[in-house]
């Protein structure tokens, strides 16, 4: 059983986070989530869903699944010494995405992160903002210089998505491929068919 930390922020686009811990569940894996206040808060406007009842759900796939206080800095996945096979902060925000630049630790999913730049460990962010301004994107530089995958919720249209699920599983396969995890939520472009 391989384990991730995935982070939840306030920024629009839940859904994505929603998916992929499913889907790491799904797959057997242990998930430390980590959510902020105004991410329980998007999820449960976007995803219209009770953030508790979610979470109940979601422990029926065989996975094993830890949610962790945001505030709680003396929780595992805070520390160097927690092994880790990949971190992923879906939605982003740029509030976020800015303390983790800065190297503000002030609450348990920058803190996380943190470690991760420091141990040299696979940290992807999902930057859910557009248009993008010249702080953003020095930050995003910034953090792609030190090993920090930049991964923004760009599907392909060469599938031709129909749905918004198959727009979303795009992305996800996508940060799925970046964790190398196999899925089969989005085809890879094979050129002409």
């Known amino acids: 059983m391989k384990k991730y930390i995935i982070g939840i922020t306030g920024a629009s686009g839940s859904i994505y ?3 992929l ?5 799904k797959q ?12 329980r808060k998007v ?18 796939y065989k996975g094993n699944l830890i949610v962790c206080d945001i505030d709680d800095m ?8 927690f092994r880790t096979d ?17 190297g503000v630790t002030d609450n348990l999913l920058i803190r996380a992160a ?5 141990e040299k460990r696979n940290l992807i962010l999902v930057p859910r903002e557009t248009p993008f301004n010249s702080i953003h994107l020095k930050n995003m530089l910034f953090l792609s210089d030190m090993n920090v995958t930049m991964l923004p919720p760009m599907p392909a249209f060469y599938q031709k998505p129909k749905t918004i699920e198959e727009l979303v599983n795009i992305t996800v396969g996508r940060i799925l491929s970046s964790l190398n995890i196999e899925s089969d939520l989005y085809d890879e472009w094979g050129g002409n068919k």
């Open 17 to 19: 986070g929603v998916r």
């Open 21 to 25: 811990v499913e889907e790491l569940l």
């Open 28 to 39: 057997g894996n242990e998930v430390h989530l980590v959510i902020t206040d105004n991410g």
């Open 43 to 60: 999820l449960e406007y976007e995803i219209e869903v009770n953030f508790e009842e979610w979470i109940y759900n979601v422990k029926e």
């Open 74 to 81: 003396f929780s595992s996945i805070a520390s160097g010494s």
């Open 86 to 102: 990949g971190m992923v902060i879906v939605p982003c925000s740029m509030g976020t995405l800015s303390k983790i630049s800065c």
């Open 114 to 118: 943190d470690v991760m730049i420091k």
